[in-house]
């Protein structure tokens, strides 16, 4: 495939700014419930659960232990005192 076909093949916005900064609702959830993914995916390498609250907030949970956290920058914050990012 030469240079030429390539560049035809690109689907979607080739703007990285008009790819990022949509702004809509279902895209700020999306990225939300991402961000929420890879911080439960980060600790369950060290060993601790992530727990989305009915109430609202989150609970980060390991053996006996427990750390309510009222949202996500909480959590990341822990788990930037656990050595993290």
């Known amino acids: 495939m030469s240079g030429s076909d390539a560049q035809a ?3 979607g916005p080739t703007n990285e700014d008009e790819a990022t900064t949509t702004g809509s609702p279902a895209t700020e959830d ?3 419930r991402k961000a929420q993914t ?3 995916a980060l600790l369950a390498l060290r060993g601790y659960s992530l727990h ?3 109430c609202g907030g989150f609970l980060v949970a390991r053996w006996d232990r427990t750390l309510h956290c009222s949202d996500l920058a909480g959590v990341r914050a822990f788990y ?3 050595g993290g990012m």
């Open 9 to 11: 093949s690109v689907v």
């Open 38 to 40: 890879t911080l439960a």
């Open 30 to 32: 999306a990225l939300a």
């Open 52 to 54: 989305e609250l009915a």
């Open 80 to 82: 930037e005192r656990l």
